[in-house]
Protein backbone atom coordinates (compact mmCIF):
# COMPACT_ATOMS: atom_id res chain seq x y z
CA UNK A 1 0.00 0.00 0.00
CA UNK A 2 0.95 3.44 -1.04
CA UNK A 3 1.01 6.49 2.01
CA UNK A 4 2.34 9.72 1.91
CA UNK A 5 3.92 11.81 5.13
CA UNK A 6 4.32 15.36 4.71
CA UNK A 7 6.60 15.80 7.76
CA UNK A 8 5.40 19.72 8.56
CA UNK A 9 2.24 20.90 9.51
CA UNK A 10 2.53 24.46 9.43
CA UNK A 11 5.92 26.44 7.83
CA UNK A 12 5.79 30.21 8.81
CA UNK A 13 8.18 32.10 6.94
CA UNK A 14 9.31 35.79 5.59
CA UNK A 15 8.39 36.81 2.55
CA UNK A 16 11.24 36.72 -0.06
CA UNK A 17 13.00 34.42 2.11
CA UNK A 18 13.44 30.43 0.73
CA UNK A 19 11.28 27.56 1.66
CA UNK A 20 11.32 23.68 1.75
CA UNK A 21 8.40 21.63 2.45
CA UNK A 22 9.00 18.23 2.96
CA UNK A 23 7.36 14.91 1.40
CA UNK A 24 8.15 11.33 1.95
CA UNK A 25 6.61 8.71 0.42
CA UNK A 26 6.03 4.90 0.55
CA UNK A 27 5.53 2.41 -1.94
CA UNK A 28 6.57 -0.76 -3.35
CA UNK A 29 6.19 0.15 -6.79
CA UNK A 30 7.08 3.25 -9.31
CA UNK A 31 5.15 6.27 -8.70
CA UNK A 32 4.27 9.23 -10.03
CA UNK A 33 4.70 12.22 -7.48
CA UNK A 34 2.45 15.41 -7.47
CA UNK A 35 2.38 18.68 -5.37
CA UNK A 36 -0.71 20.64 -5.32
CA UNK A 37 -1.92 24.08 -4.17
CA UNK A 38 -5.21 24.64 -2.05
CA UNK A 39 -6.34 28.26 -1.27
CA UNK A 40 -9.46 28.96 1.25
CA UNK A 41 -12.66 27.40 -0.16
CA UNK A 42 -11.01 26.65 -3.25
CA UNK A 43 -10.20 23.15 -4.74
CA UNK A 44 -6.46 21.75 -5.47
CA UNK A 45 -4.62 23.20 -7.97
CA UNK A 46 -1.52 21.06 -10.06
CA UNK A 47 1.37 22.86 -8.87
CA UNK A 48 3.91 20.77 -10.76
CA UNK A 49 4.28 16.65 -11.63
CA UNK A 50 7.18 13.68 -11.73
CA UNK A 51 6.21 11.22 -14.22
CA UNK A 52 9.72 10.39 -15.39
CA UNK A 53 12.63 11.63 -16.51
CA UNK A 54 14.85 14.39 -14.39
CA UNK A 55 14.68 14.33 -11.06
CA UNK A 56 14.49 18.24 -11.04
CA UNK A 57 10.81 19.43 -12.12
CA UNK A 58 10.03 22.78 -12.05
CA UNK A 59 6.24 24.42 -11.82
CA UNK A 60 4.00 27.55 -11.61
CA UNK A 61 4.57 30.09 -9.86
CA UNK A 62 8.47 29.46 -9.54
CA UNK A 63 8.17 26.43 -7.57
CA UNK A 64 10.53 23.09 -7.80
CA UNK A 65 10.47 20.01 -6.49
CA UNK A 66 13.09 17.05 -6.41
CA UNK A 67 12.66 13.06 -6.89
CA UNK A 68 15.03 11.31 -4.74
CA UNK A 69 14.22 7.87 -5.08
CA UNK A 70 16.87 6.45 -2.47
CA UNK A 71 14.91 8.85 0.18
CA UNK A 72 11.75 7.98 -1.26
CA UNK A 73 11.50 12.19 -0.95
CA UNK A 74 9.60 14.81 -3.15
CA UNK A 75 10.45 18.15 -1.23
CA UNK A 76 9.12 21.52 -2.97
CA UNK A 77 10.91 24.04 -2.71
CA UNK A 78 10.61 28.31 -3.63
CA UNK A 79 13.77 30.18 -3.59
CA UNK A 80 12.10 33.49 -2.77
CA UNK A 81 8.40 33.59 -1.48
CA UNK A 82 5.44 36.07 -1.44
CA UNK A 83 2.60 36.53 0.57
CA UNK A 84 0.51 35.14 -2.00
CA UNK A 85 1.99 32.01 -1.63
CA UNK A 86 0.40 31.49 1.74
CA UNK A 87 -1.81 28.46 1.07
CA UNK A 88 -2.20 24.77 1.85
CA UNK A 89 -0.30 22.58 -0.30
CA UNK A 90 -0.24 18.70 -0.73
CA UNK A 91 1.91 16.29 -1.54
CA UNK A 92 0.42 13.05 -3.73
CA UNK A 93 1.42 9.37 -5.00
CA UNK A 94 -0.06 7.64 -7.43
CA UNK A 95 1.35 4.00 -8.83
CA UNK A 96 2.47 3.98 -12.39
CA UNK A 97 -0.41 2.69 -14.44
CA UNK A 98 -2.62 3.49 -11.88
CA UNK A 99 -5.94 5.17 -10.77
CA UNK A 100 -6.04 6.07 -7.34
CA UNK A 101 -4.06 8.79 -5.79
CA UNK A 102 -3.24 9.28 -2.31
CA UNK A 103 -2.26 12.27 -0.60
CA UNK A 104 -0.27 13.25 2.24
CA UNK A 105 -2.15 15.05 5.05
CA UNK A 106 -0.82 18.82 3.92
CA UNK A 107 1.54 21.16 5.17
CA UNK A 108 0.35 24.67 5.76
CA UNK A 109 2.69 27.90 4.09
CA UNK A 110 2.30 31.20 5.96
CA UNK A 111 4.40 34.15 4.52
CA UNK A 112 4.72 37.05 6.72
CA UNK A 113 5.33 40.65 6.10
CA UNK B 1 -12.60 26.77 -21.72
CA UNK B 2 -14.33 25.54 -18.91
CA UNK B 3 -12.51 23.52 -15.67
CA UNK B 4 -14.49 21.51 -13.53
CA UNK B 5 -17.60 22.69 -12.28
CA UNK B 6 -19.47 21.42 -8.97
CA UNK B 7 -22.74 21.92 -7.56
CA UNK B 8 -24.15 22.87 -5.57
CA UNK B 9 -21.31 24.30 -3.65
CA UNK B 10 -22.85 24.29 -0.38
CA UNK B 11 -25.83 21.94 0.77
CA UNK B 12 -26.95 21.11 5.09
CA UNK B 13 -28.77 17.85 5.53
CA UNK B 14 -29.79 16.15 8.56
CA UNK B 15 -28.14 12.54 9.85
CA UNK B 16 -30.06 9.78 7.70
CA UNK B 17 -31.16 11.46 4.61
CA UNK B 18 -29.66 11.26 1.03
CA UNK B 19 -27.13 13.47 -0.91
CA UNK B 20 -26.47 13.84 -4.24
CA UNK B 21 -23.56 15.94 -5.52
CA UNK B 22 -23.14 16.32 -9.32
CA UNK B 23 -19.26 17.18 -11.76
CA UNK B 24 -19.32 18.26 -15.01
CA UNK B 25 -15.49 17.33 -15.99
CA UNK B 26 -12.86 19.65 -17.77
CA UNK B 27 -13.35 19.69 -21.40
CA UNK B 28 -11.43 17.00 -23.02
CA UNK B 29 -11.29 14.77 -19.66
CA UNK B 30 -13.38 11.42 -19.48
CA UNK B 31 -12.18 10.43 -16.41
CA UNK B 32 -13.56 11.75 -12.81
CA UNK B 33 -12.93 10.69 -9.34
CA UNK B 34 -14.36 12.09 -6.25
CA UNK B 35 -12.59 12.61 -3.14
CA UNK B 36 -13.79 13.47 0.65
CA UNK B 37 -11.96 16.44 2.28
CA UNK B 38 -12.12 16.63 6.13
CA UNK B 39 -11.42 19.55 7.73
CA UNK B 40 -7.70 20.15 7.94
CA UNK B 41 -6.63 16.71 6.54
CA UNK B 42 -5.97 15.86 2.45
CA UNK B 43 -8.28 14.83 -0.07
CA UNK B 44 -9.53 10.80 0.48
CA UNK B 45 -9.78 8.90 -2.50
CA UNK B 46 -13.82 7.95 -2.37
CA UNK B 47 -13.75 5.96 -6.48
CA UNK B 48 -12.90 7.09 -9.68
CA UNK B 49 -15.04 6.33 -12.85
CA UNK B 50 -14.17 5.64 -16.44
CA UNK B 51 -16.36 4.65 -19.73
CA UNK B 52 -19.16 5.14 -16.94
CA UNK B 53 -17.94 2.39 -14.51
CA UNK B 54 -16.73 2.34 -11.12
CA UNK B 55 -12.62 1.89 -12.39
CA UNK B 56 -11.25 1.65 -8.18
CA UNK B 57 -12.71 2.66 -5.19
CA UNK B 58 -10.84 3.72 -2.08
CA UNK B 59 -11.94 2.28 1.55
CA UNK B 60 -15.62 4.25 1.34
CA UNK B 61 -18.50 2.41 2.56
CA UNK B 62 -21.11 1.44 0.43
CA UNK B 63 -23.27 4.16 1.31
CA UNK B 64 -21.16 6.27 -1.12
CA UNK B 65 -21.91 5.28 -4.72
CA UNK B 66 -21.62 6.97 -7.90
CA UNK B 67 -22.63 7.24 -11.21
CA UNK B 68 -20.92 8.62 -14.74
CA UNK B 69 -23.06 9.66 -17.64
CA UNK B 70 -22.00 9.15 -21.55
CA UNK B 71 -21.29 12.82 -21.78
CA UNK B 72 -18.74 12.23 -18.98
CA UNK B 73 -20.69 14.29 -16.50
CA UNK B 74 -20.77 12.50 -12.69
CA UNK B 75 -22.60 11.94 -9.84
CA UNK B 76 -22.10 11.12 -6.08
CA UNK B 77 -24.44 10.18 -3.97
CA UNK B 78 -24.21 9.73 0.16
CA UNK B 79 -27.34 7.32 1.53
CA UNK B 80 -27.52 6.94 5.34
CA UNK B 81 -25.76 10.33 6.41
CA UNK B 82 -23.46 10.42 9.48
CA UNK B 83 -22.22 13.31 11.04
CA UNK B 84 -18.82 12.30 10.58
CA UNK B 85 -19.78 12.76 6.42
CA UNK B 86 -19.83 16.76 6.99
CA UNK B 87 -16.50 17.37 4.58
CA UNK B 88 -15.58 18.95 1.26
CA UNK B 89 -16.67 16.87 -1.18
CA UNK B 90 -13.62 17.42 -4.49
CA UNK B 91 -14.53 16.10 -7.71
CA UNK B 92 -11.02 15.82 -10.01
CA UNK B 93 -11.28 14.71 -13.77
CA UNK B 94 -8.25 13.70 -16.32
CA UNK B 95 -7.56 12.15 -19.09
CA UNK B 96 -8.04 8.26 -19.08
CA UNK B 97 -4.64 7.15 -18.95
CA UNK B 98 -3.73 6.25 -14.81
CA UNK B 99 -1.57 8.41 -13.00
CA UNK B 100 -2.38 11.86 -15.23
CA UNK B 101 -2.54 15.20 -12.75
CA UNK B 102 -6.10 15.83 -11.90
CA UNK B 103 -7.98 19.04 -12.34
CA UNK B 104 -10.43 19.88 -9.32
CA UNK B 105 -13.29 21.67 -8.86
CA UNK B 106 -14.10 24.13 -6.60
CA UNK B 107 -16.19 21.14 -4.40
CA UNK B 108 -19.27 20.67 -2.45
CA UNK B 109 -19.57 21.76 1.26
CA UNK B 110 -21.71 19.14 2.78
CA UNK B 111 -22.50 19.87 6.68
CA UNK B 112 -25.02 17.25 8.80
CA UNK B 113 -27.08 18.47 11.56
Known amino acids: AQSVTQLDSQVPVFEEAPVELRCNYSSSVSVYLFWYVQYPNQGLQLLLKYLSGSTLVKGINGFEAEFNKSQTSFHLRKPSVHISDTAEYFCAVSETGGFKTIFGAGTRLFVKA | DAGVTQSPTHLIKTRGQQVTLRCSPK?????VSWYQQALGQGPQFIFQYYEEEERQRGNFPDRFSGHQYPNYSSELNVNALLLGDSALYLC????????????FGDGTRLSIL
Open chain 2, 27 to 31: SGHDT
Open chain 2, 92 to 103: ASSEGQGGQPQH
